[in-house]
């Protein structure tokens, strides 16, 4: 049973490096959070070296992924 829960969650484990409010922007690029399923996601660019900010109604639950869309 413990393999099988191992895993599903393996399967849906986020890929790449995820940043939080505050953390600094290792590249320049755009970055993106999801809010959940009702919710488009947010987008900020961002160049090296920028905080990360707080994403709208998440605080600081908000989670960063780098993107390769240039917006």
Known sequence: ????????????RPYG???RPGDRAP???TYICNRGTMLPP????????????EAEGLGEH???K?????A
């Open 17 to 19: 490096q995820v940043f």
């Open 27 to 29: 590249f320049t690029g």
């Open 42 to 53: 947010v987008r900020v660019q961002l160049s090296r070296g920028e905080e990360f900010p």
């Open 1 to 12: 049973m413990a393999s099988i829960l191992d895993n599903v969650r393996a399967r849906y």
């Open 66 to 70: 780098m993107t390769n869309i240039q």
């Open 62 to 64: 908000t989670r960063w």
